[in-house]
Each structure stands twice: as structure tokens, then as C-alpha cells.
């Protein structure tokens, strides 16, 4: 039961445009929500992060949205740079189907910016 | 800064060979944590530690052993490995553990079982 959904795997923006990355969730006991982004042969690095009282948070040219209504969480990035090409990935936090309130991560997608 | 260091980046196992993976983090962080990622799958949770002296398990807990040797170090044991265990291994560490906190993460394992 994945309850953390990242439903494209894989997305492809050329440089400069928005890339919006998108999230769904099915447990209404997540309240923190984060994005890690991943190179190859690197471990994932936190990149920014929503609390589940806020519709939105910003951080230079990454975004996040939450709608909490849908169960749903997008990541903007403007303007897209190559730098950007990895894997993202959602991860929520919140008493998760386990008992414990650890993060809970979604598939990922691979972003790749096209110069 | 170091940061989360594991040790081995690779290896390779034979089914039913045991090994442990080390990991150790210079961020004097209270909790820890070991992860594994499988193509479709995402990050799931194998076992972690909130603080020195404790450890509790997580989604895929089965077929693994963990020590909390000191706040640094926090090992990931496999007594018997089978080839389902072929994965990337990653451990992560964190401040206090609590909700929302981000994690700071190794380079990770890669380890195949054969």
C-alpha cells in the first residue's frame, strides 16, 4: 500500500521553463511533507519543505504546494537549469501504517532539463 | 565535514554469506536511520534508532539486525543474505528525529546478492 504516490517517473523540461513535480499522498495523519533530491552515486539531500498548516512555501526558485483537501503536493522550479537533472523524490511524515512517525517516501521522478 | 559516511560503497555476497555495513555520522544527530531503494519503490525504512540505546524497527525490518554502537555509529547486519536483499543501502541521520525534520543522508551501498 504505497501511501506516498509519485505517479511520473520520469519528466523532461527544457532549460529555462517551470518544472512542476507532483505528489499524492492517501494518509490525512501525515503533517510535514519534504522533497530530497538525488544525483546518481549520491546519497538524497533535502531541498525544501511544507508543514501541513501552509499552502504553500519558497525558497529561491523551488516552490511547494499543498492542497490538503486533495491530498496533494507539487514542487515548482523556476526557472528549470541544468544543475537540475536527478531524482526527486516526496516524503511525508506523520503517523504512517507502522506506528511511527518516520518519513515515508514516494517512488520518485527523474527530472531531466534539456539545454 | 564528513557528514554521514557508510563504508562499503559495494559488494558483492554469496546467498547465505552474512556482512555488516557501517555507518557514521560527525553531526553529533541524537537519531539515525538505515534505508533501502529498489527500482520502483521508493526509500523504505528498515530499522532506526531515536537515540543512543534504542533501536526500533521500521517498513522492511525483516532479515535485518541493527546496532546503535555509540551516537556516532549505527550498523546494518545481515546474518543469511538472499538475493530480495539486493538493493541500495543508505543510512541518514538527523537532529532530534522529530516530525518533519530533514535528514541528512550517506552515499550509499550498493550491494547484490547472488
Known amino acids: 500500500d504505497q501511501q506516498v504516490k509519485q505517479n511520473s517517473p520520469s519528466l523532461s523540461v527544457q532549460e529555462g521553463r517551470i518544472s512542476i513535480l507532483n505528489c499524492d499522498y492517501t494518509n490525512s495523519m501525515f503533517d510535514y511533507f519534504l522533497w530530497y533530491k538525488k544525483y546518481p552515486a549520491e546519497g538524497p539531500t533535502f531541498l525544501i519543505s511544507i508543514s501541513s498548516i501552509k499552502d504553500k512555501n519558497e525558497d529561491g526558485r523551488f516552490t511547494v504546494f499543498l492542497n490538503k483537501s486533495a491530498k496533494h503536493l507539487s514542487l515548482h522550479i523556476v526557472p528549470s537549469q541544468p544543475g537540475d537533472s536527478a531524482v526527486y523524490f516526496c516524503?511525508?511524515?506523520?503517523?504512517?501504517?507502522?506506528?511511527?512517525?518516520?518519513?515515508?517516501f514516494g517512488t520518485g521522478t527523474r527530472l531531466t532539463i534539456i539545454p | 565535514n564528513a557528514g554521514v559516511t557508510q563504508t562499503p560503497k559495494f559488494q558483492v555476497l554469496k546467498t547465505g554469506q552474512s556482512m555488516t555495513l557501517q555507518c557514521a555520522q560527525d553531526?553529533?544527530?541524537?537519531?539515525m536511520y538505515w534505508y533501502r531503494q529498489d527500482p520502483g519503490m521508493g526509500l523504505r525504512l528498515i530499522y532506526y534508532s531515536a537515540s543512543e540505546g534504542t533501536t526500533d524497527k521500521g517498513e522492511v525490518p525483516n532479515g535485518y539486525n541493527v546496532s546503535r554502537l555509540n551516537k556516532r555509529e549505527f550498523s546494518l547486519r545481515l546474518e543469511s543474505a538472499a538475493p530480495s536483499q539486493t538493493s541500495v543501502y543508505f543510512c541518514?541521520?538527523?537532529?532530534?528525529?522529530?516530525?518533519?525534520?530533514?535528514?541528512?543522508f550517506g552515499s550509499g551501498t550498493q550491494l547484490s546478492v547472488l
Open positions: 516524503a511525508a511524515s506523520g503517523i504512517s501504517n507502522f506506528g511511527n512517525e518516520k518519513l515515508t
Open positions: 553531526m553529533n544527530h541524537n537519531s
Open positions: 541518514a541521520s538527523s537532529e532530534t528525529g522529530s516530525g518533519g525534520e530533514k535528514l541528512f
